[in-house]
């Protein structure tokens, strides 16, 4: 079975503060794919990254940055100096072989709160 | 240029009502999804289809009926409408054939359809 964890439910933290966001998995699968989206508060799923089990090198763009490790089955996404417009629901999520890559499996999101 | 659009974005609409939610997609992918986001904004796949073929029924109610009659249309009708219905749906692409590794590309979303019944 797949399945993602964000046991983070809400963070708040005050413009300019560093925060990471936590995503666990399980997958019995070799090869998988792990994505974060971005839900801010006018609804719509925006995608920021992908990345393959085969790909452990950590990512930046511009202020957001991930951290990949296999050995903790972790995919954790963290925002540099933060600002108010960050403010949305983050999602992990999971594509495997095991369901014929075919299902997404999220977590239950965290909710960030970015205040002035 | 919306690469992924669904109409209409809100509807509310009376329990027993029949109704449906059109999506189009722009971005040449050859699998289209419907998600669903219950009340506490957990998503999950309701229906996946692959050149307007079936692939994935995701022990949905068949009151829901997904139609795809091409590769860039999967529109969802819901009949007979129930209080439980009420959620985001979201339309959503990506290139990929089925059980293949690049089935693990990208799936891009519409903006979801905010369906309310009263």
């Known amino acids: 079975a797949q399945k993602v964890t964000q046991a983070q439910t809400e963070i708040s933290v005050v413009e300019k503060e560093d925060v990471t966001l936590d995503c666990v998995y399980e997958t019995r699968d070799t090869t998988y794919y792990l994505f974060w989206y971005k839900q801010p508060p006018s609804g719509e799923l925006v995608f920021l990254i992908r990345?393959?089990?085969?790909?452990?090198q950590n990512e930046i763009s511009g202020r957001y940055s991930w951290n990949f490790q296999k050995s903790t089955s972790s995919f954790n996404f963290t925002i540099t100096a933060s600002q108010v417009v960050d403010s949305a629901v983050y999602f992990c999520a999971l594509r495997g072989r095991n369901t014929g890559f075919q299902k997404l499996v999220f977590g239950t999101g965290t909710r960030l709160l970015v205040s002035p | 240029d919306t690469a992924v659009s669904q109409t209409p974005k809100y509807l509310v609409t009376q329990m027993g009502n029949d109704k449906s939610i059109k999506c189009e997609q722009n971005l040449g992918h050859d699998t289209m999804y419907w998600y669903k986001q219950d009340s506490k904004k957990f998503l999950k796949i309701m229906f996946s289809y692959n050149n307007k073929e079936l692939i994935i029924n995701e022990t949905v109610p068949n009151r829901f009926s997904p139609k795809s009659p091409d590769k860039a249309h999967l529109n969802l009708h819901i009949n007979s409408l129930e209080l439980g219905d009420s959620a985001v749906y979201f339309c959503?692409?990506?290139?990929?054939?089925?059980?293949?590794?690049?089935?693990?590309?990208?799936?891009?979303f519409g903006e979801g359809s905010w369906l309310t019944v009263v």
């Open positions: 959503a692409s990506s290139q990929g054939i089925p059980g293949q590794t690049s089935s693990g590309n990208t799936i891009y």
């Open positions: 990345r393959n089990s085969f790909d452990e």
